[in-house]
């Protein structure tokens, strides 16, 4: 839930090691088979009312572009009459099924935000796999919210995502991570959060809870409740940045100093990237929890 919702904090900011940051996050959820993280749809749910909200937008927007492409196509001056401009195509969740340019210009049509959720993991690893669709290069920049350039070969046209918003929520087998990650060298393995699911091997009782509201609905009710805090944020006339106290600060540079010198020493260099890139993940869960608070406190 966090995760999926770090996607939709519009105006929110802080500055880390002296660079400006977002909220966005990735997770990969592994289990072996039947483990339970299927449920993991259900948190798709908390963000899905903006997802259609773009989506509504754009298919109007697409029709009065048809409506207009039309009236160009029949006039017979058509130098008098500028030949209409192809709308964006809004959304939230960008599918991972995709070609590299694909992936990259939707994400440029929605400003550099979303979130690529995959139930399963070999979704994404197929793309990668295939002769047009390994945008990992771009995926491991969008962390750091690094600019992503690549080229439209349809206009011949050069473009530039300036600091893209993208978060990620995965899940799939302990054998799908090895063949989305090959190895830790990988750029992708410390930019994840891994979050493992024990196997239960006794029958569980599916009637249980069976007679309160299911949690489709009780998902969606959030949903609903977040999306208008989603919109106050939204029309927000200026960003708000997060800060640490001074003394959450000294805390956090303390803890991260001491795991930084600890797995030094037991594993070696290797495990830098990881725990230095695990302080920046820890500083953005605390952004997203305090910006959960503001729902009950108010903005």
């Not at 754009?58 to 009065?64: I, V």
């Not at 349809?154 to 995502?161: C, N, P, T």
């Not at 799908?176 to 090959?182: A, D, G, K, M, N």
């Not at 001074?246 to 037991?266: A, G, I, K, P, V």
Request: hydrophobic fraction near 35%.
């Amino acid at each position: 839930s966090i995760v999926t919702l770090s996607s939709a904090l519009p105006n929110i900011y802080s500055i880390y090691d002296q660079r400006k940051i977002y909220p966005n996050l990735y997770l990969f959820v592994t289990a072996q088979a039947s483990s339970g993280k299927g449920r993991l749809n259900l948190c798709r749910l908390l963000a899905e009312p903006i997802h259609k909200e773009l989506r509504n937008k754009s298919e109007e927007e697409q029709m009065h572009y048809k409506q207009e492409l039309g009236v160009y196509s029949n006039s017979k001056s058509k130098a008098d009459i500028p030949k209409p401009q192809q709308p964006p195509m809004k959304m939230l969740f960008i599918p991972a099924n995709n070609s590299s340019t694909g992936m990259f210009q939707i994400l440029n049509d929605n400003n550099g935000q979303g979130i690529i959720f995959e139930t399963e993991g070999d979704t994404m690893t197929q793309s990668f796999q295939s002769d047009y669709g390994n945008y990992s290069d771009g995926f491991r920049k969008a962390f750091h919210h690094e600019s992503i350039s690549y080229n439209r070969r349809k206009d011949r046209e050069y473009v530039e995502i300036e600091s893209p918003r993208l978060s990620a929520v995965l899940s799939g087998t302990p054998a799908q991570i090895y063949r989305l990650i090959p190895n830790v060298e990988d750029g992708l393995f410390s930019r994840f959060i891994f979050y493992c699911l024990n196997s239960n091997t006794e029958w569980k009782n599916v009637f249980e809870g069976n007679d309160n509201v299911a949690l489709d609905q009780r998902f969606t009710d959030l949903g609903n409740e977040f999306f208008k805090f989603y919109k106050k944020l939204e029309n927000e006339h200026q960003e708000m940045q997060f800060k640490f106290t001074e003394d959450q600060q000294e805390q956090f540079n303390f803890y991260f100093s001491q795991q930084n010198t600890r797995f030094l020493y037991l594993n070696g260099i290797e495990y830098l990237a990881s725990i230095r890139r695990l302080g920046l993940i820890a500083f953005r869960i605390a952004m997203i929890l305090s910006v959960f608070r503001m729902m009950e406190t108010g903005i």
